[in-house]
């Protein structure tokens, strides 16, 4: 079955080091995007990917970095840069980025800063 | 600006009733809209959608919502809740025109609870 699927499922970190979370979809979808979710704070977008070697910021970029060199993946750095990186971390997908469509998600990641 | 507002931070309702969830958005336009279910620790996953057409929309588990323009507003309903449907709610919105429409905007959320 076709989906998105997030690595790793949760993640400690000490402060000061960088982390990477892993986004795969299957889907053929060209549009990818990173959400953060913290308690009653509902999901901000961090970045977004319209297509392949082409990403934009979302709400809340500082602090992330990302790439797309590749159509299927769509990894998001934490950077020591980020002040309060704990929180949970959501990786979707759509059809394309303009027009009426539906976003997929993945199960998501848990990143703890120890 | 777009935004979406969901009063309701936490609701609990008794098993069978029925149940009604708010959502209000502020957009230009016409909006596409969403509706997704979060379990614990889990990825979201979509409940219903308006695109365009009939505003009454059905969706999966026995949910609809009606898509209310002259109130901007976008309820989520169902007619029995079953003890299943304890999870947290998200009301979402897209721009339909003018670029990025699938960037969607969320609301807070609404965490339901079913009592037995």
């Known amino acids: 079955d076709g989906g998105i699927t997030q690595s790793p499922k949760y993640l400690f970190r000490k402060e000061g080091q960088n982390v990477t979370l892993s986004c795969e979809q299957n889907?053929?979808?060209?549009?990818m995007y990173w959400y953060r979710q913290d308690p009653g704070q509902g999901l901000r977008l961090i970045y977004y990917s319209q297509i392949v070697n082409d990403f934009q910021k979302g709400d809340i970029a500082e602090g992330y970095s990302v790439s797309r060199e590749k159509k299927e993946s769509f990894p998001l750095t934490v950077t020591s840069a980020q002040k309060n990186p704990t929180a949970f971390y959501l990786c979707?997908?759509?059809?394309?980025?303009?027009?009426?469509?539906?976003?997929?998600f993945g199960a998501g990641s848990r990143l703890t800063v120890l | 600006a777009q935004s979406v507002t969901q009063p309701d931070i936490h609701i609990t309702v008794s098993e069978g009733a029925s149940l009604e969830l708010r959502c209000n958005y502020s957009y230009g336009a016409t909006p596409y809209l969403f509706w997704y279910v979060q379990s614990p620790g889990q990825g979201l996953q979509l409940l219903l959608k308006y695109f365009s057409g009939d505003t009454l929309v059905q969706g999966i588990k026995g949910f609809e919502a009606e898509f209310k323009r002259s109130q901007s507003s976008f309820n989520l309903r169902k007619p029995s809740v079953h003890w299943s449907d304890a999870a947290e709610y998200f009301c979402?919105?897209?721009?339909?025109?003018?670029?990025?429409?699938?960037?969607?905007?969320f609301g807070t959320g609404t965490l339901l609870a079913v009592q037995p």
């Open positions: 979402a919105v897209g721009a339909a025109y003018g670029g990025a429409t699938n960037k969607l905007i």
């Open positions: 889907l053929n979808h060209d549009a």
């Open positions: 979707a997908s759509s059809a394309t980025l303009i027009g009426a469509n539906v976003l997929t």
